[in-house]
């Protein structure tokens, strides 16, 4: 029942408060005096405890997630952490992130940590039409494999990552570390044991300290980055150092260096393909692609002026509705073109005007040639101004991210491309979804149009005015 999302949502004031994670201890009933006893035949006696390390191999991991998520208790993401596992006993899932690291090759110089994340719920987007909410909820099934929906919202439940610390290893190269494929960072079947890791001789000089692969999928590009790079570095955040070297794949622009740079990252190694010793290894890749704590915490790393400004500007103060084309040939990927577009603009800035508010639609094309070679210039851009991000589902509409709570976020998605990425991450901002979601125009593949009146509706009615439903904690029980 929704009566049992507890509402955690982020105001824009930033003002929060840690969860008290409580657990009821369980015992066995005594056996009734007044009952014969069975006699059964004697059993082993049940294996020993086990534990990953006692004490780990750095007394520093051992309450490091801890420390880190205290030191930073008054930001968003403190709200959302997750509960570190770090000792492997007999009851303990042999699966677990302690457990696999008891049976690795050195399990000696290994550490593993589960981090079980809490359950949440996001607001379905708003619509113009009851057909475009049938056809979105129809397409939910593309990711029953983390989400459910129930009452109004999409909930997100079960979700586990898993962090390793190797000590004194070699670590060889194989292959390319930015393909699309299961066994990359944050696929389902990322594994430790996928990469090539031997002791490091005694009395060697390591070359490098700590060092973390992030070896996800186009990790080269701006949106790719973003949505999966940032979230394994965020994960991971509490075992590096500021001198960790990040192993990752094939270069890429100037933003993309420059969102290393601001994260924290000042030694990237592109494509490794010699053999190189660390002191420490931390593999990560089994990093959740959706949730509100490595969404957020990925922000707090890259100081996003929204995170530190308190409170910050509210959206009524932003005038500039930023209009993201597919159709000025400017994408990596072709498609996804609104075939009406002029009308589209058109309608949008004749609402501009009858609102006489004083915004302004702006189109990405100019923005981005203005701060392509500048990040901080296009982040504070987009913050100081930007109200609304609109357009087709795409690359493009990531940078929404950039413009803080309360923005709000209109997508235009073909019912041939279904895509809930742009939705979960505006929602977890605390920004407002709306979707148009129609068939693909006449004989192309995922072409549209979009009638201008949808548009407009939206718009009108949300423009500059925060959403009432939020992104919510979930729980299983009535809270007491």
Known sequence: MLGRLLLAGISLTMLWCLLALMRDGLSEPLPSPDLPSPTLPPSPPPPPPRFAFNPPPDP????????????????????????????????????????????????????GEELVYPDFGLPVPLFAK??????????????ADRAIYRDGYVVYKSQHGQNFVVSNVVYTPEGYLDTWNGHACTGPNARLGDLK?????????????????????????????????????????????????????????????????????????????????????????KAVLIHPFLSWRALELLQLPFIREVPPSPPASKTTVLYMSRSDGSTANAGRNVLNE???????????QVRDRGETLAHWSNIHALFEHDLDGLINYM????????????????????AGPGTMVLGFLPTTHMSYLNYEETSMLNQTYAAIVVDPAGQSVDDMMIDPADVTVLLNAHLGKPRRENLVLSYQWDRE
């Open 130 to 143: 009851e057909e475009h909410a049938e056809r979105w909820q129809e397409g939910l099934r593309s990711i």
């Open 197 to 285: 890791l031997d002791p490091a001789p005694p009395m060697v000089n390591t070359t490098r300290g700590t060092a973390l692969v992030v070896n996800s999928p186009d990790s080269w590009s701006f949106q790719h980055w973003l949505d999966r790079a940032a979230h394994v570095i965020a994960q991971s955040a509490h075992l590096t150092r500021a001198s960790a070297t990040a192993l990752t794949g094939k270069r890429g622009n100037e933003l993309v260096e420059a969102l290393w740079h601001r994260i924290g990252y000042s030694d990237v190694v592109h494509r490794p393909e010699t053999q190189m010793t660390f002191d420490a290894l931390v593999f990560s890749c």
């Open 383 to 402: 913050w100081r101004n930007v109200s609304a991000v609109i357009g087709p589902h795409g690359g493009a509409l990531i940078n929404h991210r950039f």
């Open 60 to 111: 520093r991991y051992a309450s490091a997630f801890e420390e880190d998520t205290l030191a930073h208790a008054s930001l968003p993401s403190s709200v959302f952490a997750p509960m570190v596992v770090r000792d492997c006993t007999h009851l303990t899932p042999a699966w677990f992130a302690p457990c696999v690291a008891l049976r690795a090759p050195f399990s000696d110089q290994t550490y």
């Open 342 to 352: 002029p009308d589209v603009i058109a309608g949008v800035e004749s609402l501009l």
